[in-house]
């Protein structure tokens, strides 16, 4: 029977080492490569989304405007208009958001 010696446990935990840090480096590069490419699709996602707020919102707040908005449109329009605040919305929806609430429009 043979016996291991402490050369051979140092040579295989190297070993074992240097190839968990070959992994993590090639998984790293992977998840950059990856996130590289998905950037110009999440930017047009959040142009999409701002965009879909912003007509939502333009809508609702001329039902507001002219009496023709009802409860359920009311308490959509506010969660809209969180979102579209967090997202960095132009200032011409949130001054307009804002005239109406001062006035009970909406």
Known sequence: MESITL???KDTI???VALASGIVAL????????K???EPIN???HNEKMNR???DLTTLMYLAETGAISNEQRILAHEEYDVYVE????????DKFE??????KI
């Open 53 to 55: 707020l912003k007509s």
């Open 99 to 104: 005239s109406l609430h001062k006035e009970g």
């Open 14 to 16: 190297v070993f074992i």
């Open 43 to 45: 930017e047009e996602l």
């Open 36 to 38: 590289t490419q998905l």
């Open 7 to 9: 050369g051979e446990v």
């Open 87 to 94: 997202n960095r919305g132009n200032s011409y929806i949130h």
């Open 27 to 34: 998984y790293s590069l992977l998840m950059k490569g990856i």
